[in-house]
């Protein structure tokens, strides 16, 4: 199950296109790094707020840049469409609607996962003694 899971994902990954997830995964792996950091420094009482609000802003960019990566996919689909000399038949057109929706989710759920770290990560600052 986990290496379907896995496999799944990595595919998910390619089919989104290289050039919009490979960025996107950049900006996941540097918050999962920041949290890391950000918990081991609260364990030393010392967090860094310039750190927990990068995790913040990081996932406020990689929502925009899921964004912006779908209407620029969008746009590309919808020039193919309009320039092809045959029609397209609505499984094709629903196959690319998918495709370009896939980086505006990663980009939604690397949001997501930010704003819950920084949360997160604000409650336990203000219950630890300073």
Same mark, same amino acid.
């Given at each position: 199950?986990?290496?379907?899971l ?13 050039v919009f997830?490979f ?6 792996i ?8 950000s918990?081991? %420094?609260? &364990?030393?009482k010392?967090?860094?707020?310039? $750190?927990?609000?990068? #995790?913040k802003q990081?996932?406020?960019? /990689?929502?925009?840049?899921g964004?912006?990566?779908t209407?620029?996919g969008?746009?590309q689909a ?5 320039n092809s000399?045959e ?5 094709v057109?629903?196959? %690319?609607m &998918?495709?370009?929706?896939?980086t505006?989710? $990663?980009g939604?759920f #690397? ?5 819950? /770290?920084?949360i ?7 219950n630890s003694?300073?």
């Amino acid at each position: 199950m986990k290496i379907m899971l896995a496999s799944s994902l990595i595919d998910l990954h390619f089919e989104g296109g290289p050039v919009f997830m490979f960025p996107l995964l950049l900006m996941l792996i540097t918050n999962i790094g920041l949290v890391i950091y950000s918990i081991l %420094g609260l &364990k030393k009482k010392t967090l860094m707020p310039k $750190y927990v609000e990068a #995790i913040k802003q990081i996932g406020a960019m /990689a929502s925009v840049f899921g964004a912006l990566s779908t209407l620029i996919g969008l746009m590309q689909a919808f020039n193919w469409l309009e320039n092809s000399k045959e029609g397209a038949s609505f499984q094709v057109i629903m196959g %690319g609607m &998918k495709v370009a929706i896939i980086t505006a989710m $990663y980009g939604l759920f #690397i949001f997501f996962v930010s704003m819950l /770290a920084y949360i997160i990560l604000k409650l336990m600052s203000k219950n630890s003694p300073a």
